[in-house]
């Protein structure tokens, strides 16, 4: 019996403050409850390197919360490895897409398969709005479309 490698997905955000540690913990959720844990390496990362080290928004922590999911995750950068390494990097907006295909150009080996995370929402809004200068029910909306999506994306790449 052959033993597959983790499959890997980085949820990508310009901060990774907000939208993306909401789609990584759903994620986490996800995989978790379906007690599929072990085939996949899941993290989020941002294009910027301005809250690098930083928790999550207190409003999308208070979100996930309210939804029974915890998380514990400190903002990075994507790096150059992250394209070499990664299955899926999977971003919230057509601005982190440019950026991340951008990026993804310059590294040699690039395995990632570059995404918006919307296109996978049944409700087909490909954009996952942010939330950062809105309020409780922006969060809100934002967990709801992560949850759409990454079902779906969980049921097309397993």
């Not at 490698?5 to 909401?22: A, D, E, M, Q, T």
């Not at 409850?33 to 080290?53: K, L, R, T, Y």
């Amino acid at each position: 019996m052959t033993v597959q490698p983790p499959k890997s997905v980085l949820f990508v955000y310009l901060g990774n403050i907000c939208r993306s540690p909401i789609a990584e913990a759903v994620f986490r959720k996800l995989v978790t409850d379906q007690n599929i844990s072990d085939n996949w390496i899941v993290d989020s990362g941002a294009v910027s390197d301005w809250n690098v080290g930083q928790s999550p928004d207190p409003r999308a922590v208070s979100c996930l919360r309210n939804h029974e999911i915890k998380t514990a995750h400190k903002a990075r950068q994507v790096t150059k490895k992250d394209f070499a390494t990664l299955d899926y990097t999977l971003c919230m907006d057509e601005s982190n897409l440019r950026d991340l295909n951008r990026k993804g150009r310059e590294v040699k080996n690039c395995k990632a398969k570059i995404e918006l995370l919307g296109s996978y929402d049944p409700q087909k809004q490909l954009t996952v709005e942010d939330p950062c200068y809105g309020n409780d029910s922006d969060f809100e909306t934002v967990y709801q479309q992560c949850v759409r999506c990454c079902k779906a994306f969980l049921e097309k790449s397993q």
